[in-house]
Structure formats: structure tokens, C-alpha cells
């Protein structure tokens, strides 16, 4: 194996760790958008809230999301990727944390905005990030691993509500430290963020 070949496949392993580590904004961007369907009923029971404000507790994260969208890509230029990243990802914990010690349903609508700003910023520098870093024959494959991640993000969010649901016995029972198990619903997301910060 000659020299360049060596280099080639280092460098290709480098770029392929590199879209990784982009993606886990796809992650947290299926996490955050996801986690809270375990948690919508203990929530509403919580905070006495109508239909409607329980509707828009669930749903004004994607207003958030658009805002974020609209303004990722000019912090990006200005700022760079990866620090829009990061970014976002600090966003993401403030709005986990938040969401799990909500005291009102108007605070925790905020809260969720929050996380849906961060939800637009990933989704769109993620892609743009890993697309720039990517090889032209390995642009498709890699590109897709933010869909990938989004996906898997859903699915682990759903898993982590089920069996903090079937361990408290409920959404609205005590779970650990006595705090009702929808608020550690929230608080799950708080590890993998930090993951994504460690790897950025």
C-alpha cells in the first residue's frame, strides 16, 4: 500500500468522523422535537392547561424553529460553522433545563421556543457543515447521515420517555430525587448535548 493510498483513507476516515460529529445536530434536532410526546399529558395535568395552551406548549418549538433557521446561516458566516454549532447545542441545554423545571405553562412555551431556535440552526448548518467538509464522491452519503441522525434522535427520545414512564409508574408519578417523571423526560437531553460539545 503506497503512501497516498494511506493518506487518502486516513483522511477519508478524518471526514467521516468530522460528518459524524456534525450530525449529532441531527440528533438532538429529532431528540428535542420528540421528547416531548411522553410528556404531554403529565404536562398539561401539571399545569392545568386547556387544549389550546397544551397545543401550543407541543407546537410553538417549530415557530422557534423557523426563526432559527432564518437567521443560522448569516451567524454562521459571520461566526463559522462549527461555532454556530456549539451555539445551538448551548441553546438546546438552556432549553432542556428549562423545560424540566418549569413552574408555569407560559415559561415553559419559552422554553420551547428556545429549543425550537436551536432546532433551525442545527438544521441548517449541520447539512452545510458536513456538505463542506465532505469529499465530492462521499457528498451524498455523508449528507445523509443527518437524516439518518434525525431519525435515530426520535426514536431514542421515545425510548428514554418509555422507560422513565414505566419506571415511575407513570408520566405524572415522582421518578428520581421525587421529581415527576416528565420533567426527567426533559433532562435526559442534557447528556446528549454535552456529548455534542465534547465532540465540536
Request: glycine fraction near 12%; proline fraction near 2%; charge should be positive.
Amino acid at each position: 500500500m503506497t503512501s497516498t493510498t494511506t493518506r487518502r483513507k486516513s483522511s477519508t476516515f478524518y471526514v467521516i468522523l468530522i460528518a459524524g460529529a456534525a450530525a449529532l445536530g441531527g440528533f438532538l434536532f429529532g431528540f428535542d422535537t420528540a421528547v416531548i410526546n411522553g410528556a404531554v399529558g403529565a404536562l398539561s395535568n401539571a399545569f392545568n392547561a386547556n387544549s389550546v395552551l397544551t397545543g401550543l406548549a407541543v407546537s410553538l418549538a417549530l415557530l422557534g424553529s423557523a426563526v432559527g433557521a432564518f437567521y443560522a446561516g448569516k451567524i454562521a458566516d459571520r461566526y463559522g460553522r462549527v461555532k454556530a454549532m456549539v451555539a445551538a447545542s448551548v441553546l438546546f441545554t438552556i432549553s432542556a433545563i428549562g423545560s424540566g423545571i418549569a413552574f408555569g405553562i407560559w415559561d415553559f412555551i419559552f422554553w420551547r421556543l428556545l429549543g425550537g431556535i436551536a432546532v433551525g440552526t442545527a438544521s441548517v448548518i449541520a447539512p452545510a457543515y458536513i456538505a463542506e467538509c465532505s469529499p465530492s464522491h462521499l457528498r451524498g452519503r455523508l449528507g445523509s447521515l443527518q437524516q439518518l441522525a434525525i431519525v435515530v434522535g426520535i426514536f431514542i427520545a421515545l425510548i428514554c420517555d418509555y422507560f422513565i414512564a414505566m419506571s415511575a409508574g407513570s408520566a405524572e408519578s415522582p421518578f428520581l430525587f421525587g421529581i415527576a417523571a416528565w420533567r426527567w423526560m426533559f433532562w435526559t437531553e442534557i447528556l446528549q448535548q454535552y456529548y455534542m460539545e465534547c465532540q465540536l
